[in-house]
């Protein structure tokens, strides 16, 4: 199996039999070898995938592309070349057609279409009603657009994004499918979990409101949390866990001012604060004048307005007070006051505020 397959254009990996043992016929030890092998080489994905898409429009064996499915892609490929009559492709020559257009490459939307349907085996997967029975808005404007969904919940669509919803959700679940960027407001439903997939990962929630950026050009995918709580998966978690059927899900989980960034490239989940964060318990800005307050108060002040734990040595601190006034200040900079008063400095790690301090 020790072959050089960085060097291979995806026509290569779609005549390669570990690559088809894979994608037609399902074989668990090569999907971990392919996943492993396309964790480590990060710029092969979109060979691989158009090579996996080839394979399927072909209808090579066990595809869940369908003969309607088929034939928007045949329309698509069309659209790309007017060579032959259209009569030409609605017949079996359109698998030997495909290939030849496929190979020589002739135009960027026909390679566009066929990696997103690569991804209908996906969709049939976790859309009530398959990959049939969903709807879809994009958003091709400059302006966010909202979509109203049948639970009540509704979702901000940024420009150049796309979702997928079922048509009507199951009493059990609701999922939906995005590309790009979009802002939730959830209806809460404790029997029902609300579930936004992406490409990499995958978000649970009951009822909040949160942001994911997911765009297919940028390196890293992205959730925040406005309030509530989400649990963050990524896609290989849910098909393990899918896999090994135990019906236990080791999610990250998220709580208001956090976010989680899914690296591509070491394919991972990484837990951090949000850039702005906002306060998430109404304070009084006249209860942020300090006169001589322990630091010790000031930072309990902060973790139940931000939801952010302050982790610091209140021993060492204990000497420490703060006479400030940070009425307008966002958090950080409110930090770095306190920090610079008492000759102490801060890290975030794990959503979390460590402070380091020798002491006042």
């Given at each position: ?8 254009h ?60 088929l034939?928007?892609i ?97 009493m ?68 393990a ?14 709580t ?49 307005a ?39 400095y ?15």
């Amino acid at each position: 199996m020790e072959k050089e397959y960085r060097k291979y254009h995806f026509e290569d990996l779609a005549k390669d039999p570990h690559f088809r043992s894979w994608v037609i016929d399902r074989n668990p030890e090569s999907r971990i070898f392919w996943e492993q092998w396309l964790a480590e080489n990060p710029d092969m994905q979109k060979t691989a995938h158009l090579a996996r898409a080839f394979l399927m429009a072909l209808e090579e064996k066990d595809t869940h592309l369908d003969q309607e499915e088929l034939e928007n892609i045949t329309d698509q490929i069309v659209e790309e070349n007017q060579a032959y009559p259209v009569s030409f492709w609605k017949t079996k020559a359109f698998r030997i057609a495909a290939a030849l257009l496929l190979f020589s490459g002739l135009g960027y939307l026909g390679y566009s279409f066929i990696t997103e349907n690569s991804r209908e085996d996906v969709l049939s997967g976790i859309l009530d009603g398959g990959a049939e029975g969903y709807q879809e808005e994009s958003n091709t404007g400059d302006q966010i657009k909202v979509v109203s969904l049948i639970d009540g919940s509704k979702v901000s669509l940024y420009p150049k994004s796309k979702l997928r919803y079922p048509k009507s959700f199951s009493m059990k679940k609701r999922s939906i499918y995005l590309t790009g960027k979009a802002f939730f407001d959830i209806h809460k439903n404790p029997n029902s979990p609300f579930w936004v997939y992406t490409e990499h990962i995958s978000t649970q929630v009951l009822g909040t409101s949160f942001t994911v950026s997911a765009f297919e050009n940028t390196k890293d995918v992205k959730v925040e949390v406005k309030t509530g709580r989400v649990s963050v998966y990524t896609r290989k978690d849910l098909d393990a866990n899918k896999d090994d059927r135990k019906g236990m899900l080791a999610g990250m989980v998220l709580t208001p001012n956090q976010q989680v960034t899914f690296s591509k490239t070491e394919a991972r989940l990484i837990k951090s604060i949000v850039e702005q964060p906002e306060q998430i318990v109404e304070i009084p800005k006249e209860q942020f004048r300090f006169e001589e307050t322990s630091v010790s108060n000031v930072f309990l002040m902060l973790e139940k307005a931000y939801g952010i734990s302050i982790i610091f040595d209140a021993q060492n601190m204990i000497d420490c007070y703060l006479t400030a006034t940070l009425e307008e200040e966002n958090l950080y900079e409110k930090l770095d006051i306190i920090c610079k008063v008492t000759h102490s400095y801060y890290e975030i790690v794990d959503a979390q505020i460590i402070i380091h301090s020798r002491g006042c």
